[in-house]
């Protein structure tokens, strides 16, 4: 018998929050090792820069922020979370470590210790058994980052954690004038109170369900309150019977402001739903070419959390 195990559901679940764990990766929903350490051998973990500039072979730690759903309340970290990754290779196929840390929980994955880490259609799955994750993949064409990127993931005990991570960009090279518009991605989870219809069917307490969204953030640097407008369209929900529906009540939006001398910007964020909740966020590279960051949101139905990311074009 393996050491750990996790239900079909979790399995499903999160293959759907950041779409898609492969076949082989959720053939291993069940059994599997332990997770250990990051994989990257007996060499000094090194800071993160970009993945276009990613040492091979070697543990590299790369900041983060995060937010944690456990039992519809939420923990969240803006400075002291963090990935680390494993790379063979600057490529999708080269994933060998990766794991994730936050102030209240954390997970780990590595081929060394017999993980499935396998990257298809511009996500990675993570899989050891107990623990599932998922992360967009910085060197699919679908995704191209180069200074950033985000993951969900689930520990036992039932809590479902959101990260993004990357290079920040100094507070100095953040500009004060201008505006410019990027795009990209969300995805997330969404647990259910109980008590509502989703695609016409009845949905019971503790139903979860993935979400996947476009992003758009439109960014004033100009004097005055900075902003962050954010967006979504095109919003899906992923449920435990692989079943992929539209439901634009889930489109979330809100104006988030840009925090005088700091890389962070923060706000509220809502949907049709009912529901509203926090987004933060930072700006990623030398010169703010990407953004990212974590949201979370409750209403009478239920709660979601999520990570995004975007880039200029």
């Not at 997970?107 to 396998?118: I, P």
């Not at 307490?205 to 954010?230: K, Y």
Request: proline share 5%; hydrophobic share 35%.
């Amino acid at each position: 018998m393996p050491a750990h195990r996790t239900s079909s559901a979790m399995c499903v679940f999160l293959s759907k929050a950041l779409p898609v764990l492969t076949v082989a990766a959720l053939s291993a929903c069940g059994g599997g090792g332990g997770g250990g350490s990051s994989g990257g051998g007996s060499l000094a973990p090194v800071n993160f820069t970009s993945w276009g500039a990613l040492p091979t072979s070697r543990t590299v730690v790369i900041d983060g922020m995060s937010a944690t759903l456990t039992n519809h309340t939420f923990t969240t970290d803006d400075d002291n979370s963090s990935a680390r990754v494993v790379y063979a290779s600057r490529t999708s196929a080269g994933l060998r470590g990766f794991s994730f840390t936050t102030p209240t929980t954390s997970a780990s994955w590595t081929t060394s210790s017999g993980d499935v880490l396998s990257c298809t259609n511009g996500v990675c799955g993570l899989v050891d058994g107990a623990q599932l994750g998922a992360v967009s993949d910085p060197y699919h064409a679908s995704n191209n980052w180069n200074y950033q990127s985000f993951g969900i993931w689930s520990v036992p005990g039932g809590s479902v954690s959101a990260m993004s991570y990357g290079a920040p960009t100094p507070v100095s090279a953040i500009p004060t004038t201008g505006t410019a518009t990027y795009t990209g991605s969300l995805r997330g989870g969404y647990v259910s109170k109980g008590g509502e219809m989703l695609n016409g069917d009845p949905v019971a307490a503790g139903d979860r369900f993935g979400v996947l969204a476009d992003l758009t953030a439109n960014v004033d640097f100009g004097a005055g309150t900075r902003t962050v407008d954010i967006s979504t369209s095109n919003t899906k929900l992923e449920d435990q019977s692989n079943d992929q529906f539209n439901d634009p009540s889930f489109d979330l939006s809100g104006s988030l402001i840009i925090t005088p001398g700091q890389n962070l910007f923060e706000g509220v964020v809502t949907n049709g739903r009912g529901m509203s909740g926090d987004a933060a966020g930072k700006f990623y590279g030398p010169s703010h070419s990407e953004l990212g960051g974590t949201m979370h949101l409750t209403g009478p139905n239920g709660s979601m959390v999520g990570a995004f990311g975007a880039k200029r074009p």
